[in-house]
């Protein structure tokens, strides 16, 4: 970096990166363990979004078939996260349970395990009886279901911030409270300039603009379906420690998922809140957050006459097929995009962090990463890798 004036910065760098959810703090984090100069902004606080306001679960189960590979990837960092960045996060591999209540659902989620096992993820179909013995705090309605082990929950109020800390003890120049205010390339490398007026030039543009990364691609002349969502969040007051893995469950088409915190309060989500891209805000929607209560006490009924004390939403891209846009551009060497999660990348964070990296270093990466083709719909192949649920996790 060299200063230019006192009032102005300019960054020399080898990778610039826009956003700072987990996707970019993750690409920062591994492209400066490899000795890589990089520079990253966001236009607010790292993990203020999407990444630091959602379920933090850490989910390979009922994943699109696209998404195992890079999932897979990710749990395997999860597991060793301490020794990567320093601290637990409030990780925890207490196991992810998906429960059935009709034929259909049973017979999908069977179908599933089967795929899931080619992919050594651990999956086991538990009948009825075996989940009323293993989660006795389950309501018993229910036909069986399929458990993953190795899946778990984090806290994500902490994970992006303390990427960020790990990534900047490495080297990366992580910048917050100051957007982008215009991005373009000179034919030799990429310019932007932020509302605070500093500048910065790379010969690679990583953009991880999570909801806004459709806006961001725009100004290199790119179009890309994303639409905003909010996913809405729920918790108890805390009581003794009970729920002992997490749950999820469809109801009318959306799925519910709770998980008990180690301080005692219960986490749950549905319904979704409402959310603006150009504020930067998401609301919670009271209804919803009324449904999703009912649904929690149906499915777990041990929290009837318990207290729900808050609910909150957060900014999300989603994409027409659930499922995000990773790759490099058709239009300008040097830029890759890695947005539009839609509403369950935070478990994939550090997986996709190591893979923007290898894209960057290596010119390709060791995960499978087709069904990320951020052109796959000029394909016109709609629904191709559907995900079989769309949470956040």
Same mark, same amino acid.
């Given at each position: 970096?060299?200063?230019?004036t006192?009032?102005?910065?300019?960054?020399e760098?080898?990778?610039?990166?826009?956003?700072?959810?987990?996707?970019g703090?993750?690409?920062?984090?591994?492209?400066?363990?490899?000795?890589a100069?990089?520079?990253?902004f966001e236009r607010?606080?790292?993990g203020a979004?999407a990444s630091g306001? @959602?379920?933090?679960?850490?989910r390979?189960?009922?994943?699109?078939?696209?998404?195992?590979?890079?999932?897979l990837?990710?749990r395997n960092?999860?597991?060793?996260i301490?020794?990567?960045?320093?601290?637990?996060?409030?990780?925890?591999?207490?196991?992810?349970?998906?429960i059935?209540?009709?034929? $259909?659902?049973m017979?999908?989620v069977? /179908?599933w395990a089967?795929?899931?096992?080619?992919h050594?993820?651990?999956?086991q179909m538990?009948?009825?009886?075996e989940?009323?013995r293993?989660f006795p705090?389950?309501?018993?309605?229910?036909?069986g279901?399929?458990?993953?082990?190795g899946?778990g929950?984090? @806290?994500?109020?902490?994970?992006?911030?303390?990427f960020a800390i790990?990534a900047?003890?490495?080297?990366? $120049? #992580?910048v917050?409270? $100051?957007?982008?205010?215009t991005?373009?390339h000179?034919?030799?490398c990429?310019?932007?300039?932020?509302?605070a007026?500093t500048?910065?030039?790379?010969?690679?543009? #990583?953009?991880?603009? &999570?909801?806004?990364?459709?806006?961001?691609a725009?100004?290199?002349?790119?179009?890309?379906?994303?639409?905003v969502?909010?996913?809405?969040?729920?918790?108890s007051?805390?009581?003794?420690?009970?729920v002992t893995?997490?749950?999820?469950?469809p109801?009318?088409?959306?799925?519910?998922?709770a998980?008990?915190? &180690?301080?005692?309060n219960l986490?749950?989500?549905? &319904?979704? *809140?409402r959310? $603006?891209?150009?504020? *930067?805000?998401a609301?919670?929607v009271?209804? @919803?957050?009324?449904d999703?209560s009912r649904i929690?006490?149906?499915?777990?009924?041990?929290l009837? *006459?318990?207290?729900?004390?808050?609910?909150?939403?957060g900014?999300?891209?989603?994409?027409?097929?659930?499922?995000?846009?990773?790759?490099r551009?058709r239009?300008?060497?040097?830029?890759i995009h890695?947005?539009?999660?839609s509403?369950?990348g935070? /478990?994939?964070?550090p &997986? #996709?962090?190591?893979?923007?990296?290898e894209?960057?270093?290596?010119g390709r990466?060791?995960?499978?990463i087709e069904?990320?083709?951020?052109?796959?719909f000029?394909r016109?192949?709609? *629904?191709?890798?559907?995900?079989?649920?769309?949470?956040t996790a």
């Open positions: 970096m060299k200063s230019v006192a009032m102005t910065r300019v960054f760098t080898d990778v610039m990166i826009i956003g700072g959810g987990i996707a703090v993750c690409s920062a984090y591994y492209l400066a363990r490899r000795g100069r990089v520079s990253l607010g606080a790292v979004q306001v @959602n379920f933090g679960g850490l390979t189960n009922g994943r699109a078939e696209p998404e195992l590979p890079l999932s990837r990710a960092q999860w597991q060793k301490d020794a990567l960045v320093g601290d637990s996060c409030e990780t925890e591999i207490t196991g992810h349970v998906e059935c209540d009709r034929p $259909d659902h017979a999908a069977e /179908q089967v795929m899931a096992e080619r050594g993820v651990g999956a538990l009948t009825s009886t989940i009323a293993r705090w389950i309501s018993t309605k229910v036909l279901g399929c458990y993953v082990a899946d929950a984090a @806290n994500p109020r902490l994970v992006t911030p303390v790990a900047r003890k490495l080297g990366a $120049d #992580i917050e409270y $100051d957007a982008v205010r991005a373009h000179d034919g030799t990429f310019r932007i300039e932020t509302e007026g500048k910065a030039r790379a010969p690679t543009l #990583i953009n991880a603009a &999570g909801a806004w990364g459709a806006r961001l725009a100004q290199f002349s790119e179009s890309f379906p994303l639409d969502m909010a996913p809405q969040m729920v918790v007051e805390p009581f003794p420690r009970l893995s997490t749950v999820d469950y109801v009318n088409g959306r799925f519910f998922y998980r008990q915190i &180690g301080r005692g986490l749950f989500g549905r &319904g979704p *809140g959310a $603006d891209l150009d504020t *930067g805000r609301k919670y009271p209804q @919803n957050l009324f999703a929690a006490v149906d499915v777990l009924p041990f009837r *006459g318990r207290n729900f004390i808050r609910s909150w939403a900014v999300e891209g989603k994409s027409p097929d659930s499922l995000p846009f990773v790759g551009s239009a300008i060497d040097g830029l890695a947005f539009g999660f509403g369950h935070f /478990q994939l964070g &997986g #996709i962090g190591e893979v923007i990296a894209l960057v270093l290596d990466t060791s995960t499978q069904g990320f083709d951020p052109y796959r000029d016109r192949a709609d *629904g191709a890798g559907k995900s079989t649920h769309a949470q």
